[in-house]
């Protein structure tokens, strides 16, 4: 719960398309679209997920910090 009392949970579901964005400048790391597997509890400041990248099917643990809706993002990429 927040300090108002509401419960507080995951921003994303499972299945849900996200993009991740790691947040560094390694070549490794770079933008990438997947779709939530796994919803993590919380650790650290934030919620954690499974997501899965690929054809090849790899899952990453990320933090909820480095996600967006990939609606969101095609949102944002589309001329006004």
């Known amino acids: 719960m927040n300090p108002t009392g509401a419960l507080v ?3 994303f579901a499972l299945g849900q398309t996200v993009v991740y964005s790691p947040g560094s400048a390694s070549a490794s ?7 939530v597997t796994r919803l993590l509890p919380k650790e650290g400041g934030g ?10 099917g790899q899952q990453r643990r990320v933090e ?8 969101e993002q095609a949102a944002r990429w589309m001329p006004s």
């Open 9 to 11: 949970s995951h921003k």
């Open 29 to 35: 790391d770079v933008a990438a679209s997947g779709k």
């Open 64 to 71: 909820e910090a480095q996600l967006r809706s990939a609606n």
């Open 47 to 56: 919620y954690q997920y499974h997501v899965q990248f690929g054809p090849n």
